[in-house]
């Protein structure tokens, strides 16, 4: 079978010299298997890592370190090489950083220096010996011993700088990971945005709790689910599309502060913004209503731009956003008048007036106007024209009722609920309200959306009749959130595509 450059293009010669090297390396590791016995050793153990070294000594003159003899030993991937007479210098890079090998013949002696030929680009090594500075000033280790401990029988890409097609990175991400620092670099900081989210909900008094995946009925958001069966139970399971309701029953049972970093799952489109399978945190705080949770989740995304990014101030595209300022708040009508002054005399209440303005923007072909409200045409005209221009963090507040089926209704006017969302480079981040906890009127909500389900949308809500029975032991006030941790971190990393933020995102299989 053809192999396809990073262009997308056949490449026959190209997969011939692939299989070439390959072959090489075969032979080589079976020489090592002859030579020495154990081709894959596991008993060298690093003692240093490449930073901590170079942090140390890179200060130092080449004379002291000449006196002080350092030794260290080091392990990682072996990312260039090259051979100088009786002597290859290689460039070895660990989880930290990179540092210079410098193999000398009359070091090594005749057979260890006959050994690190048989090392190639990508190979896993460990080294010993004593650190010293070149001429140049570069910090290099002069090593005694080598060992490979695995060798790469796939090469990588040319000079460790060739993984650059997106598709090909995603489908590889071992080897993106390995030659692409910046990639690295993301995930990295994915793991401190998740660790300091961690530390500020435990310092306000939360307790992180873990809810089931697998759900009877699918609930706690509008979307499609996965479906899968339980042999044991004979019933069919969902996988879950949202924490919610459970972690609304935990409020029920007397917790006054919970929250879950949690896996959610929606069988739904894949796009820049979406993958099927995605992180989020969603946390809920009894006696508290929306007004409370945009301010906590205010204060919780300025602390974690504070701590991990360092700024007031975010590149997005060619935008500053400054996450310093208070966050602005803009009803749905409020949010249009903005971005579109020019609808500032229309009635967005008015049916006609908005089938009329949907005409104009060429925005009817998603939307069945007879049968929408005209709250829900102006969502989509939200969605279709508002949403991306919200640069600036921006909660949008005030939704109508009617697409918010587990939010409490405002008392001042029914017809909207006491829900936000907040937008951050055009991308929803956050979505919270105050917390329906009316029995009667949550059931009455669900048949309506389990009415839609039967009519044919597969995203409308099932009726869970376990939670309305939960709801009737009474559930106190309160607010939840649920913040996407993947479109944080694509905000926080200026990633374009979630998929630069997952280190496995969804693909069609080959």
């Known amino acids: 079978m053809k192999n396809k450059n990073e262009d997308g293009v056949h490449n026959e010669f190209r997969s011939q010299e692939e299989n070439k090297i390959v072959t090489e390396r075969k032979e080589k590791l079976k020489e090592i298997q002859e030579a020495y016995g154990i ?13 901590r070294i170079i942090d140390k000594y890179s200060s130092l003159e080449r004379n002291e370190l000449e006196t002080q003899k350092v030794r260290i030993s080091l392990a990682g991937r072996i990312i260039l090489r090259r051979n100088q007479g009786k002597t290859t210098f290689c460039v070895l890079k660990d989880s930290t950083e990179k540092i210079q090998l410098y193999l000398n013949k009359e070091v090594l002696g005749e057979e260890k220096y006959a050994y690190q030929k048989l090392i190639d680009l990508g190979d896993v090594v460990f080294c010993s010996g004593t650190i010293f500075k070149t001429m140049r000033g570069e910090l290099t280790v002069n090593c005694d011993e ?6 790469a029988l796939q090469p990588f890409p040319e000079k460790f700088h060739g993984l650059q097609d997106p598709d090909l990175r995603y489908r590889n991400r071992h080897i993106d ?16 945005i998740i660790n300091k989210i961690r530390e500020y909900m435990n310092s306000d008094g939360f307790l992180e709790v873990e809810t089931p995946m697998l759900h009877p009925i699918p609930g706690g958001a509008t979307a499609k689910p996965f479906i899968t069966k339980h042999n044991s139970l004979d019933q069919k399971m969902y996988l879950r599309v949202a924490p919610e309701l459970y972690l609304k029953r935990l409020i029920i049972g007397g917790f006054e502060k919970v929250y879950e970093l949690n896996r959610s799952f929606r069988n739904e489109g894949i796009s820049v913004r979406h993958n ?66 020019n609808l500032k005399d229309a009635n967005l209440r008015s049916k006609k007036e908005m089938t009329d303005i949907l005409k104009r923007y060429e925005l009817t072909e998603t939307i069945d106007l007879d049968s929408s409200s005209s709250e829900m045409l102006m969502v989509h005209l939200f969605e279709s024209l508002v949403e991306e221009k919200i640069v600036q963090p921006t909660f949008i507040m005030d939704h109508p009722t009617e697409i918010s089926p587990l939010a409490r209704s405002s008392e001042k006017n029914p017809s909207v609920s006491e829900r936000f969302e ?19 009127e949550q059931a009455r909500r669900m048949r309506a959306q389990a009415m839609k389900k039967d009519a044919g949308d597969d995203e409308a809500m099932y009726f869970d009749e376990e939670y309305i029975r939960a709801l009737e032991f009474a559930m106190p006030p309160a607010a939840g959130c649920g913040i996407g941790i993947d479109r944080l971190t694509m905000f926080l990393t200026n990633s374009h595509s979630i998929r630069e933020v997952i280190l496995f995102p969804a693909l069609k299989r080959k």
Not at 39 to 51: C, D, I, V
Not at 422 to 440: C, H, R, T, V
């Open 39 to 51: 081709s894959y050793p596991n008993q060298h153990k690093p003692t240093g890592r490449a930073k």
């Open 146 to 151: 080598v060992k490979i401990l695995a060798k």
């Open 177 to 192: 990971l390995a030659v692409n620092t910046e990639v690295k670099n993301i995930f990295l900081k994915r793991s401190s």
């Open 276 to 341: 099927p399978e995605f992180t989020m945190l969603e946390f809920y705080a009894a006696y508290q209503d929306y007004n409370w949770c945009m301010n906590f989740t205010e204060s919780l995304l300025k602390d974690v731009c504070k701590n991990i990014v360092g700024e007031k101030e975010l590149v997005w595209d060619d935008h500053r956003v400054d996450i310093s300022k208070p966050f602005e708040r803009l009803s749905f009508e409020n949010a249009i008048y903005k971005y579109f002054p």
């Open 422 to 440: 907040l937008y951050i480079g055009g991308k929803e981040i956050a979505n919270g309200f105050s917390e329906l906890n009316d029995p009667q």
